[in-house]
């Protein structure tokens, strides 16, 4: 089945500081990949949905300076949280869609941020 | 726009007995994707079953299956045979057709709890 790896799991940061989280697809190229937050005991909120070579398209609401997206080749799209601040911590989720005619979207594991 | 309605923040079944759960949603597409996602504790989304609105035949796979009725809008989840692994957080979702927006709308969640 397609893999689609995070990196880190879990990361800690000051608040102030900017922090990176990559989404691979390990065994597929993507073209689109999504990124989510998900707040304790709560749905997946989509933030960004990212096209390999393109500018990332934003939901209402996030802040494109504060949340870079890169989606710099067809199998990495990283997610910058810039000056983070505590009410930035969350969990952030990517997935990847592998084929858009079956629509195959496949999940990676998580990001646990604190911000402290 | 499209939304997705779970009623069911929670809900409990005993071990090897059916649960249902519900979900409802909007939308004036007549092309388009149903999905019932698992996120176990580990948080990792598992997509548990989909369903293509052009087709008429309710989706099965194992122990699960949905009721998926077009014209009420509505698409619940049955559990069969409830095992212990089965207790997580279940996210319905939607998904355009192809050609229309390749981003998925999750629904609030419903909290399965399986008692042993």
């Known amino acids: 089945g397609a893999v689609v790896s995070q990196h880190p799991s879990w990361v800690i940061c000051k608040s102030g500081t900017s922090v990176k989280i990559e989404c691979r697809s390990l065994?597929?190229?993507?073209?689109?990949m999504f990124w989510y937050r998900q707040f304790p005991k709560q749905s997946l909120m989509l933030m960004a949905t990212?096209?390999?070579?393109?500018?990332?398209?934003?939901e209402q609401g996030v802040e494109k300076d504060k949340f870079l997206i890169n989606h710099a080749s067809l199998t990495l799209s990283t997610l910058t949280v810039t000056s983070a601040h505590p009410e930035d911590s969350s969990f952030y989720i990517c997935s990847a869609l592998r084929d858009r005619v079956a629509y195959e979207q496949y999940f990676g594991p998580g990001t646990r941020l604190t911000v402290t | 726009a499209q939304t997705v309605t779970q009623s069911q923040p929670e809900m409990s079944v005993q071990e090897a007995e059916t649960v249902t759960l519900s979900c409802t949603y909007d939308?004036?597409?007549?092309?388009?994707?149903l999905f019932w996602y698992k996120q176990p504790p580990s948080r990792q989304m598992i997509l548990v079953i989909r369903?293509?609105?052009?087709?008429?035949q309710n989706a099965t796979e194992n122990r699960f299956s949905v009721n998926f009725q077009k014209a009420a809008k509505s698409f619940s989840l049955k559990i069969s045979d409830s095992q212990l692994g089965d207790a997580a957080m279940y996210f319905c979702a939607y998904r355009s057709g192809f050609g229309g927006d390749d981003k998925i709308i999750f629904g609030k969640g419903t909290r399965l709890h399986i008692l042993p």
């Open positions: 990212s096209n390999e070579g393109s500018k990332a398209t934003y």
């Open positions: 939308t004036s597409e007549s092309d388009y994707y």
């Open positions: 369903q293509e609105a052009y087709k008429q």
């Open positions: 065994d597929f190229q993507a073209t689109t």
